[in-house]
């Protein structure tokens, strides 16, 4: 036993001097960007094990400057925490920042890296990505994307019209967004109790949960093979559940798929399969096997239901807490749009509620830090050196709470983004970047803004929304990790502004 504990002594003595040398080797042919002193193997714990990772680091960065290096175990990060260098990286270098760091929780969500989001840049990963927006402007065609917000969104107004006493409103608008998710992929149109829907939220409830705190074996990802913690197993099974539901949808589509009959996402991305098997594309057609498929169905599926459901709720929030700007946009409301529902059509006249819209993607940090960037090469961002294969990732609340740009940033100010007329600026803000830029763009932006508006739209013509009498609204926020923040919960009260 003394020879085995004396041989695991050196062999953990040998790595953390030959990690030192590397690092000190490393240091000598690179000038990286500055960061705070850690502890080796261990790294910046009290930062990347912090819910405020995002506010620690933009702190630092007053320090070491805009671009900050931090330890993620014995991992190298780079922060951007400016605008200036966040687009330097992610449009002036082009595909230098465009890879995508290797996790094992990402391996297992991807099955292998067949994803889009998650994905490393590539010729297979453009393709896909062309394929998917090719698919999803589909929706921006006609009214299609109008109807499908209308439909899902009435079914639930009603619901909350029926609302006696003070309810959760985030209990809704997850709902809402799922469904609404289920019609844009499935082409399934479910009662609003369904309990398939009901069971897939909380599954995706519990990963978010789970993810919040992190997962040890992504930091030290040999683990997974040694001694797999509970949360590992625990997240395994999950997403064994969640990929399991994507393939069968996927297949229920490929048994009834028909070329001439468009029903849905799904077969938006069998024709375009389809269309190579025509041409006789067998390179394409490697690229479009059933895995990539689905994983790209996910990714949309995912995503999309997120991002929308948190700023929807963060929405209402401010709704709620500035009654005199709910208002406005009500009265902004019943103006252009009158007595029928709002659509597309209505987009360039609703300036104000759009103002809104853009200010809560900015104050509410949905994104956090965002999904981790890696750079396929050597390059350099704000003068200092990136060598191929470090994690870069953007500090969204950074960009959006800095004072060089934005005047009182902790300030929910609508006008930010309207010109002297009260119109929407045709140029966006220099630090508004809620959909990230460059090579790794959300994918779906363009659907994204127009749902969100139209969902906006419909609820504030329908309701007066209120806290409960005697009730303040909470400044503090839920904290779930990575730098993402949820309002506290709060009730709300609905009142019909017209009667049905």
């Known amino acids: 036993m003394a020879i085995l504990s004396l041989n695991v002594q050196t062999i953990l003595a040998g790595l953390t001097i030959g990690l030192l040398v590397y690092k000190a080797i490393k240091r000598m042919r690179y000038r990286l960007p500055p960061g705070p002193w850690c502890i080796p193997l261990i790294g910046h714990y009290k930062v990347y094990g912090s819910v405020e990772i995002h506010k620690k680091i933009a702190e630092l960065s007053k320090k070491y400057g805009p671009v900050v290096r931090i330890s993620f175990g014995p991992q190298m990060w780079i922060v951007l925490n400016n605008i200036d260098v966040t687009l330097e990286a992610m449009v002036k270098k082009k595909a230098d920042f465009a890879g ?26 453009k393709f896909h990505r062309k394929i998917a927006g090719k698919a999803l402007r589909h929706y921006l065609q006609g009214d299609l994307l109008e109807n499908m917000v209308q439909d899902n969104a009435e079914k639930f107004l009603n619901k909350m ?4 006493e003070p309810f959760f409103f985030k209990d ?7 469904h609404q998710l289920y019609t844009l992929c499935f082409g399934e149109k479910r009662p609003v109790d369904d309990p398939e829907v009901k069971a897939l939220l909380k599954l995706d409830n519990d990963l978010f949960d789970l993810f919040g705190t992190g997962l040890l074996e992504d930091i030290v990802p040999y683990l997974k093979d040694i001694y797999p913690t509970a949360k590992w197993k625990k997240f395994n099974k999950m997403m064994g559940e969640i990929l399991h539901l994507l393939h069968t949808k996927f297949k229920q589509h490929v048994d009834t798929f028909s070329p001439d009959k468009n029903r849905d996402f799904i077969d938006s991305l069998l024709m375009a399969r389809q269309e190579a098997e025509n041409e006789g594309d067998e390179a394409a057609l490697e690229k479009l096997e059933d895995t990539y498929l689905v994983q790209t169905i996910g990714d949309i599926f995912f995503a ?26 009500q009265e902004e409301i019943d103006r252009v749009v009158g ?26 940090n949905v994104a956090g830090l965002g999904i981790p960037h890696k750079t396929i090469c050597d390059t350099q961002v704000g003068g200092y050196d990136i060598p191929k294969g470090t994690t870069v990732v953007i500090n969204f609340w950074a960009l959006h709470q800095d004072p060089k740009h934005w005047k009182d940033p902790e300030q929910f100010d609508p006008s930010r983004y309207l010109d002297e007329e009260g119109k929407m600026k ?9 959909f990230s830029a460059g090579r790794r763009v959300c994918l779906g932006e363009t659907v994204a803004k127009p749902e969100l508006l139209l969902l906006c739209a419909n609820l504030l013509q329908r309701f007066d929304i209120r806290l409960p009498d005697g009730v303040k609204a909470n400044p503090e926020h839920n904290m779930k990790g990575f730098g993402i923040e949820l309002p506290s919960d709060y009730k709300i009260v609905v009142k019909e502004r017209i009667e049905n």
């Open 100 to 125: 995508r760091p290797k996790f094992n929780s990402g391996e297992v969500f991807t099955e292998g890296g067949k994803d889009i989001a998650f994905t490393s840049y590539s010729p297979t990963w």
């Open 161 to 164: 019209a029926k609302e006696k």
């Open 172 to 178: 809704y608008v997850d709902l809402m967004i799922f």
């Open 304 to 329: 999309g239901v997120d991002t929308t459901r948190f700023a929807m709720d963060w929405f209402v929030y401010f709704m709620t807490r500035f009654p005199e700007i709910q208002t406005k946009c």
């Open 339 to 364: 007595s029928g529902h709002p659509s597309m059509k209505d987009r360039s006249n609703l300036d104000y509620t759009e103002a809104c819209l853009f200010e809560t993607l900015r104050l509410a």
């Open 426 to 434: 045709p140029i966006r803000p220099d630090s508004w970047l809620p």
